[in-house]
């Protein structure tokens, strides 16, 4: 049967892990979708409302897919003897690494892709634009 100590050990480390995880995906998105528009307007031919579209999609899947798979990480655990620092680490160290490597595949895709989506929408009558905004508000 499950003693006091275990359970408190057992859920500060659930507490810990998703913290950690959850945390730390939020961090890499901001950073990726902050620094990642240029690359994005770039790839899609200086179309920057395009860009930014899709960075915007690409950060929430991103938010999906990592912390549905860091919750899905919380089955499995041995709480019976839980090791806070070594279990938690080693979840937590996973889920780094699965965060980057869907970001480089995406990274791939992206470069890949990016050309010909910008070609397709151009010849479907949309020109890239600039910002708008900030081109009427210098005008005035």
């Given at each position: 049967?499950?003693e006091?100590?275990?359970l408190?050990?057992?859920n500060?480390?659930?507490a810990?892990?998703l913290?950690?995880?959850?945390?730390?995906t939020?961090w890499?998105a901001?950073?990726l979708?902050?620094?990642?528009e240029?690359?994005?307007?770039?790839?899609?031919?200086?179309?920057?409302?395009?860009?930014?579209?899709?960075n915007?999609l690409?950060?929430?899947?991103?938010?999906l897919?990592?912390?549905g798979?860091?919750?899905a990480r919380?089955?499995?655990?041995?709480?019976?003897?839980?090791?806070?620092?070594?279990?938690?680490?080693?979840?937590?160290?996973?889920?780094?690494?699965?965060?980057?490597?869907?970001?480089?595949?995406n990274?791939?895709?992206?470069?890949?892709?990016?050309?010909?989506?910008?070609s397709?929408?151009?010849?479907?009558?949309?020109?890239p634009r600039?910002?708008s905004?900030?081109?009427a508000?210098?005008?005035?």
């Open positions: 049967m499950w006091h100590g275990s408190i050990v057992a500060t480390s659930y810990s892990y913290i950690l995880s959850i945390a730390m939020i890499v901001r950073v979708s902050k620094n990642g240029m690359f994005l307007i770039k790839c899609f031919g200086q179309d920057q409302e395009l860009a930014k579209s899709t915007h690409l950060v929430i899947g991103f938010y897919v990592n912390i798979f860091i919750c919380l089955d499995g655990w041995n709480v019976s003897n839980v090791d806070l620092v070594p279990n938690v680490g080693a979840k937590v160290g996973f889920s780094v690494l699965v965060l980057g490597l869907m970001h480089f595949f990274m791939v895709m992206i470069a890949k892709f990016g050309k010909t989506v910008s397709w929408v151009r010849t479907n009558g949309d020109e600039s910002n905004l900030l081109s508000k210098t005008t005035d």
